[in-house]
Nanobody
Framework: VQLVESGGGLVQAGGSLRLSCAAS????????IGWFRQAPGKERAGVSC????????YYADSVKGRFTISSDNAKNTVYLQMNSLKPEDTAVYYC????????????????WGQGTQVTVSS
């Protein structure tokens, strides 16, 4: 089982980035893929999630209207389009896979990627 994030980087406030999470080694259609982030000195927190089975989505209030999650089931890949980025979005972003539906607890997710750094300068 493998989840590989990519697409992080350094961007100015107001800019955009698209993160990718490529999954392998499990039945992608049976899992929800969540994006989480962890800033220095803070706990890891949920950002967004999509169920690969029915396409239902979830967004944290802090990113609603700015971030969009999507899934390409043919490529076993989930994307997180991040627009209007703010310095407070700076964090390591992780994707994780949980069974069927989006869960609110980090413990719900079975598989995790290694993370990708997103830095937003002011």
């Amino acid at each position: 089982v493998q989840l590989v994030e990519s697409g992080g980087g350094l961007v100015q406030a107001g800019g955009s980035l698209r993160l990718s999470c490529a999954a392998s080694g499990f039945t992608f259609d049976d899992y929800a893929i969540g994006w989480f982030r962890q800033a220095p000195g803070k706990e890891r927190a949920g950002v967004s999630c999509i169920s690969s089975r029915d396409g239902s989505t979830y967004y944290a209030d802090s990113v609603k209207g700015r971030f969009t999650i999507s899934s390409d089931n043919a490529k076993n890949t989930v994307y997180l389009q991040m627009n209007s980025l703010k310095p407070e979005d700076t964090a390591v972003y992780y994707c994780a896979a949980g069974w069927v539906a989006c869960g609110s607890s980090l413990a719900y997710y079975d598989y995790w990627g290694q993370g990708t750094q997103v830095t937003v300068s002011s």
